[in-house]
Nanobody, 114 residues
Framework: QVQLVESGGGTVHPGGSLNLSCTAS????????MGWYRQAPGKEREMVAQ???????YYLDSVKGRFTISRDNSKNTAYLQMNSLKPEDTAIYYC????????WGQGTQVTVSA
């Protein structure tokens, strides 16, 4: 069982930035496939970014060049740096770990509004 704690959501103006964090339990963090998903009202959950090992990266087309996923294995923490935010980025963002099973964080609200 992997437990995830997210932080870093909030409300920003268009063009602003946020950095989401996700801290995971367990002692095999370096083996976890880390991902960030989002779900906007009335829409299905979609994968925004994923970092597998060794260093495989995936980004949703609409966030390429604006969002960066990273991880600090010494802190059991993954990050999603979000720059140049747009109103269409507004959603609940979820951290996900895949390690023989899929685990989800509680979600953090990101609102981009003028």
């Amino acid at each position: 069982q992997v437990q995830l704690v997210e932080s870093g959501g909030g409300t920003v103006h268009p063009g602003g930035s946020l950095n989401l964090s996700c801290t995971a339990s367990g002692n095999k963090f370096e083996s976890y496939i880390m991902g960030w998903y989002r779900q906007a009202p009335g829409k299905e959950r979609e994968m925004v970014a994923q970092m597998s090992t060794p260093d495989g990266l995936y980004y949703l087309d609409s966030v390429k060049g604006r969002f960066t996923i990273s991880r600090d294995n010494s802190k059991n923490t993954a990050y999603l740096q979000m720059n140049s935010l747009k109103p269409e980025d507004t959603a609940i963002y979820y951290c996900n770990v895949y390690f023989f099973a899929s685990y989800w964080g509680q979600g953090t609200q990101v609102t981009v509004s003028a």
